[in-house]
């Protein structure tokens, strides 16, 4: 009766079993990555004991063709970081040309900014701020110098003016002086003649 209930147990647990069983292997199919390859050895190994030692037992076919797939792997993975390697690489060197070209542009643009900002005075660059306080203060400096020249030519004119004056007022008064000098001595010979005149008779 023990017997049967043993038996009658694994009846029951076979078709379990069975359902488990298929159900590892579809989820062993999908998994193809290295762990799930060892974890599917270590699955199908087994172990017995003889004489007291215990050993375990590994079908040689799977552990070759794990083998096989843990160097492809360990190739391939060599071979993309050397891929990688040789990308970063280029890049590296891609990056310092770009910014050897980058330092170079912001070597003419402050070049040219600055000769942009600056004016060439007298062959020197000047700030253009300084420039036009140069450039204001000659402005305002010949500004200077033509009121004080005009100042002066106006002193000048008037004194000229009034000298002009002066020279027309003695010019006049110097004819007149001659005019009545003509007139007296006129009038002084006519007497004279007038005299003798009359001394002739």
């Given at each position: 009766?023990?017997?049967?209930?043993?038996?009658?147990?694994?009846?029951?647990?076979i078709?379990?079993?069975?359902?488990?069983?298929?159900?590892?292997?579809?989820?062993?199919?999908?998994?193809?990555?290295?762990?799930?390859?060892?974890?599917?050895?270590e699955?199908?190994?087994?172990?017995?004991?003889?004489?007291?030692?215990?050993?375990e037992v590994?079908?040689?076919?799977?552990?070759?063709?794990?083998?096989?797939?843990?160097?492809?792997?360990?190739?391939?993975?060599?071979?993309?970081?050397?891929?990688?390697?040789?990308?970063?690489t280029?890049?590296?060197?891609?990056?310092?040309?770009?910014n050897?070209?980058?330092?170079?542009?912001?070597?003419?643009?402050?070049?040219?900014?600055?000769?942009?900002?600056?004016?060439?005075f007298?062959?020197?660059?000047?700030?253009?701020?300084?420039?036009?306080?140069?450039?204001?203060?000659?402005?305002?400096?010949?500004?200077?110098l033509?009121?004080?020249?005009?100042?002066?030519?106006?002193?000048?004119?008037?004194?000229?003016?009034?000298a002009?004056?002066?020279?027309?007022?003695?010019?006049?008064?110097?004819?007149?002086?001659?005019?009545?000098?003509?007139?007296?001595?006129?009038?002084?010979?006519?007497?004279?003649?007038?005299?003798?005149?009359?001394?002739?008779?």
């Amino acid at each position: 009766m023990k017997y049967l209930r043993i038996l009658f147990a694994l009846a029951l647990l076979i078709p379990t079993l069975a359902i488990h069983a298929q159900e590892e292997e579809s989820t062993e199919e999908t998994d193809n990555t290295l762990r799930g390859q060892l974890e599917e050895l270590e699955r199908k190994s087994g172990n017995y004991r003889a004489n007291g030692i215990r050993y375990e037992v590994v079908k040689l076919s799977d552990l070759y063709e794990t083998k096989k797939n843990i160097f492809d792997s360990i190739d391939t993975a060599n071979k993309t970081i050397k891929d990688l390697s040789a990308t970063i690489t280029a890049n590296d060197a891609e990056i310092e040309d770009l910014n050897g070209k980058l330092q170079e542009t912001t070597n003419k643009l402050n070049a040219v900014t600055e000769e942009k900002d600056s004016i060439s005075f007298f062959g020197a660059l000047i700030s253009k701020g300084t420039y036009n306080f140069i450039l204001w203060s000659i402005i305002f400096g010949l500004l200077l110098l033509l009121l004080f020249f005009i100042y002066r030519f106006r002193n000048s004119n008037f004194l000229t003016q009034q000298a002009k004056s002066a020279l027309a007022d003695l010019e006049e008064e110097y004819q007149n002086h001659r005019r009545r000098a003509l007139e007296r001595e006129q009038k002084i010979s006519r007497q004279l003649q007038d005299e003798l005149n009359k001394q002739k008779k």
